[in-house]
């Protein structure tokens, strides 16, 4: 029903930035909470940031201060501005969408992120 393509992974230096982009197509992807999530080798696929239809954010820990979560609907584009990149943020990164009861879930295939000197 939503699909989901990621973009803007790569390799940065500590205390650098990326910007990841995620389109979605398919019926009504506007009306989902979308999200990117990460998974690194070892690591359990953990949530990064999410944004409601009404614009509410959610952040790690980890993240907070450090990543900005934004969603153009005119588009169908979530984005994900990461500053301050730190080695420990490398991880394979995924967009996120899904109903607020999970009765539907869609994720994207996956962008590589590595900092790194």
């Known amino acids: 029903q939503v699909q989901l393509v990621e973009s803007g992974g790569g390799l940065v230096q500590p205390g650098g930035s990326l910007r990841l982009s995620c389109a979605a197509s398919?019926?009504?992807?506007?009306?989902?909470?979308m999200g990117w999530y990460r998974q690194a080798p070892g690591n359990q696929r953990e949530m990064v940031a999410t944004v409601t239809g009404g614009g509410r954010t959610n952040y790690a820990d980890s993240v907070k201060g450090r990543f900005t979560i934004s969603k153009d609907n005119a588009k169908n584009t979530v984005n994900l501005q990461m500053n301050s990149l730190k080695p420990e943020d490398t991880a394979v990164y995924y967009c996120?969408?899904?109903?607020?009861?999970?009765?539907?879930?869609?994720w994207g295939q996956g962008t590589q992120v590595t900092v790194s000197s």
């Open positions: 996120n969408a899904h109903t607020i009861n999970y009765v539907r879930d869609f």
């Open positions: 398919g019926s009504n992807p506007s009306s989902y909470i």
